[in-house]
């Protein structure tokens, strides 16, 4: 039988963290190798298809086409113990308020499984949906949780958890988050940059 449940949702980065972790974790591999160079001129390609179809999953992959399930290993965990000081204070007290108050919240991010999983280990999600990458090419999506993707990956997370969900407030800092944005009952805009909620 299927149970209503509230549910409360977060995007990730630059809703309850001030920088980008894809973008972060592209700067600290280019500080850390030299393999990401001699890939530039596939990333500005790859930037100019991003300019003209935001949405594309071409251009994503090959921005990313440096990594290397190595880099990945061996730069992922002190880019991660690195990335958390980016957190917005507030974010943890929200959840836990939001948690309190007797809501699931759910956290869905387009950043990939490499990544955000172990960036909120510390804070009690009831669900974390984020990218998923290919495991031997970690460029290379199997699940892009971006867009209207992250309202289907909330329903499939519903469904097997056999519940109705009602959507009471939903976070993030982006237009491209509307279809989550749009189901919820309150929109909360962040700004990025300050962290602060953006006034309507």
Not at 46 to 55: L, V
Not at 67 to 89: C, N, S
């Amino acid at each position: 039988m299927l149970k209503k449940e509230d549910i409360v949702v977060f995007d990730f980065d630059g809703t309850l963290s001030a920088k980008d972790s894809n973008v972060e974790f592209a700067k600290y591999c280019f500080k850390h190798s030299i393999r990401p160079w001699f890939f530039l001129p596939l990333m500005g390609i790859a930037g100019i298809c991003a300019a003209i179809n935001p949405a594309g999953i071409w251009w994503r992959e090959k921005i990313r086409r440096f990594l290397t399930p190595k880099m990945v290993k061996d730069f992922a965990p002190d880019f991660i113990k690195q990335h958390k000081r980016e957190r917005f204070g507030w974010a943890k007290e929200q959840v836990e308020s939001e948690r309190s108050a007797g809501r699931k919240v759910i956290l869905v991010s387009a950043s990939p499984n490499y990544l955000l999983p172990y960036l909120v280990r510390d804070i009690k999600f009831d669900a974390v949906m984020c990218s998923k990458m290919v495991p031997n090419k970690p460029w290379k999506y199997e699940f892009l949780c971006w867009g209207q993707n992250k309202v289907y990956a909330m329903d499939e997370w519903a469904k097997e958890n056999k519940i109705i969900p009602h959507v009471v407030r939903s976070y993030s800092d982006s237009k491209s988050d509307m279809p989550m944005m749009e189901i919820a009952d309150e929109e909360v805009w962040v700004d990025r940059e300050t962290g602060l909620r953006k006034q309507a």
